[in-house]
Structure formats: structure tokens, C-alpha cells
């Protein structure tokens, strides 16, 4: 991200092809609505462009870009009002076939997986999903969303307690 | 070793939900965005536009500054007319006594002002009697370019007898009676030197 700063497009090309697949799913998985996901996966990046000049080595770039991120998603909820998308609102694509996760997990398990996700409240779905796609440790996640180690710990704790509940029945 | 944040399950399921992309028009997209300069003009417009707007106001200041000290040091000069000249119009400055030093001009002289015409009036006259051809200081003409609306310093007499005596020299007689008219309208008390009088006068 320094060099970019300085001027090199090509290191932000880097930085671009090893995060936008884990951020576009954190955003697609916060969401859950793909137009709006891509609207926000895009501000988000246009943003870092726009910051750029004072991006400074304090922090992991995947921690900044996560965080412009969750402030980000933290403005779209707000004026969303924190609507609850219901339960049955929720699709699940269909499993690659050759993933030995999905054959494992089958249709009828990631459905209730992804719909316990989706039931999750904002802020555990976000420390899980932080953990889960962009690898961040407790402490980043809690620097990533403004919030003590503690919390950040809890809620991804939270989050697996649920997640593991709705495979319970696989 | 096993972290007791993380689930291998969990991750198991998380990742058999799929592993969507952006759509490749989007990377172009932001991409493209990325390429693009920062508008580094920016920075610069914004810093120069207020260098012009501090410069502006300094030098209004400073002319502002100097326009009341020429205005005191003015005082005596008017004090030498002659004692028995018509008092036609009040001229404040006249009643003022004895020229005391000049240190001590500068707190009479503005309390005077209150008496005078106001500033923006006798600055427009003389700014009436300005002719296009004056020779006006080259610094001066691009202060009043720099700043726009600028009040012009007034002219001491002694300017304006030099312009005077310029534009005779000049051959342009008809310019230089107008303006020693005006002159002597403006200060009628004014007692020429024989030297700057041959230069002024009508020939």
C-alpha cells in the first residue's frame, strides 16, 4: 500500500487480486443482497484509492481495508435502520459438486448453515466473517470495528456456538 | 496448534457455501479508478489561492498604513499657506498649530480626520484627476492589479506638481493647466516654489 501511495498502480493491482475475493464475500455475506454488495464492495475500494495519502504502516493493510469496510457496512445498516432480513429470505447457492465440503455438509445442512449466518446478529456475522474470510486475528477484528479484544473475542465465540448448532443435525 | 477461535467444521461449511468473485467488469473498474492520478492540482490551487488572498489583504493594509501616514506628513506642508489666504472652505488641517514633531503628528492628525470630507470622497477626486497617462510607479500599478479593488494612495501635492511639470515638459499643455487648475481647487493654500512654479506654469 506504500508503494502505491507513492505512485506504483502496479501494487495495488497486487493488494487488489489477494483480498477481493474475502472481501467481496464478507460484504455479499453481510448483505446478502448482490447488487447492493457490489455497490458497497465497490465504495469501499474507492475509498482506499481515496485514502490512500494517509494510509499509514500503523496497521496490517488487510486490517485498514477492513475497517474502512466495516465503517462502511456500519453506514448502510444505519440507514438501513437495522432491518432483519427474514430467515427464509436467504439463498444458498448450490454446492460446487467436486467440493468435498459441500458433498460432505450436502444442500439440505448448508441451507440451515447459511441461514443460522444470516440469522446472526450484525455484529457477531461480522466478527465471525472477519475471522473466517479475511483471516484476522482476534485483536485486528477488534481493531478492524472500533471494539476491546474482549468483545471482539465473545462475539466470534458467539458466532461458532451457532454455527455449530445449526450442523448439529448433519 | 489449535486456535479456539476457529472451528475446522465451521470453516468447512463456511467454505462449501461458495467462493464468489466480484464479477471481472467491476475489477476493471476499480482497477481503472486505481490508475488514475490523484488530482494533485488540488493542494497547490487551494495553497495558492490562499497565499493571493493573505498577500491581498497585507498589502491593503500597508497601503491603508501608508495612505495615513502621507496623510500626516502632508499636515505641514498646507500649515506654510499663507496666514491672510480666504478661508473659502474649512480645511481642518490648517487650524492645526505649529508642526510639532513628527512623532506626535500622527494622533492629531487622525483625531482631524473626523473633521474632513470622508477619505472614500477626496480619494475619488483625486483619483478624478488621475489622466491616463500618468506615470504611475510600476510597483504600485501592479499592487492595485494584484489586489482588484484597491483604494489608490493619494498623491502628495509635490506628486502631483512633478506630474504636472511631466506633462508640460511632455508638450501636452492643455493636460497640465486642467490639472494645475485642479490642483489649485484641491489645494488652494498651496504656496509654489518660483522653481516649481516655472516648471508648472502655463508657457
Known amino acids: 500500500m506504500l508503494a502505491y501511495r507513492e505512485g506504483d498502480a502496479g501494487a495495488f493491482e497486487a493488494l487488489y487480486t489477494r483480498h477481493k475475493g474475502p472481501l467481496y464475500r464478507f460484504v455479499l455475506r453481510s448483505v446478502r443482497e448482490r447488487g447492493t454488495a457490489e455497490e458497497l464492495y465497490q465504495e469501499i475500494w474507492m475509498r482506499v484509492i481515496e485514502a490512500r495519502g494517509r494510509y499509514t504502516f500503523q496497521a496490517k493493510f488487510s486490517t485498514w481495508l477492513y475497517t474502512i469496510a466495516h465503517n462502511r457496512l456500519a453506514d448502510h445498516w444505519r440507514k438501513r435502520g437495522l432491518k432483519v432480513v427474514p430467515l427464509e429470505d436467504h439463498e444458498v447457492a448450490a454446492p460446487p459438486a467436486d467440493e468435498p465440503e459441500a458433498r460432505a455438509a450436502g444442500r439440505q445442512g448448508l441451507q440451515r448453515f447459511a441461514a443460522a449466518l444470516a440469522a446472526l446478529p450484525e455484529a457477531q456475522r461480522a466478527a465471525f466473517l472477519l475471522h473466517e474470510e479475511s483471516g484476522l486475528s482476534v485483536a485486528e477484528i477488534a481493531a478492524a470495528t472500533g471494539v476491546n479484544e474482549e468483545t471482539a473475542k465473545s462475539r466470534v465465540r458467539y458466532a461458532l456456538a451457532k454455527l455449530r448448532g445449526a450442523m448439529s443435525d448433519d | ?203
Open chain 2, 1 to 203: 496448534m489449535t486456535d479456539p477461535d476457529r472451528d475446522a467444521r465451521v470453516s468447512a461449511h463456511y467454505r462449501a457455501l461458495g467462493r464468489e468473485e466480484p464479477p471481472a467488469a467491476l475489477d476493471a473498474e476499480i482497477l481503472a479508478a486505481a490508475r488514475r492520478p490523484r488530482a494533485r492540482w488540488a493542494v497547490p490551487v487551494s495553497v495558492a489561492a490562499v497565499v493571493v488572498l493573505a498577500v491581498g489583504v497585507t498589502l491593503r493594509l500597508q497601503l491603508e498604513e501608508r495612505s495615513g501616514a502621507e496623510q500626516v506628513a502632508l499636515s505641514p506642508r498646507v500649515m506654510q499657506a499663507p496666514a491672510a489666504a480666504p478661508e473659502a472652505a474649512p480645511q481642518p488641517r490648517r487650524d492645526v498649530a505649529p508642526a510639532p514633531a513628527p512623532a506626535a503628528v500622527a494622533p492629531m492628525a487622525r483625531e482631524g480626520q473626523a473633521q474632513e470630507p470622508p477619505a472614500g470622497a477626496r480619494k475619488r477626486e483625486a483619483l478624478a484627476e488621475a489622466s491616463a497617462d500618468r506615470a504611475e510607479p510600476a510597483g504600485r500599478a501592479s499592487v492595485s492589479m494584484a489586489v482588484g479593488k484597491i483604494t489608490r494612495t493619494p498623491e502628495t501635492p509635490e506628486q502631483w506638481l512633478e506630474r504636472i511639470a511631466q506633462l508640460r515638459e511632455a508638450g501636452k499643455g492643455r493636460e497640465a493647466d486642467e490639472s494645475l487648475a485642479a490642483f489649485r481647487k484641491r489645494y488652494p493654500d498651496y504656496k509654489l516654489s518660483d522653481a516649481m512654479r516655472a516648471r508648472v506654469a502655463p508657457r
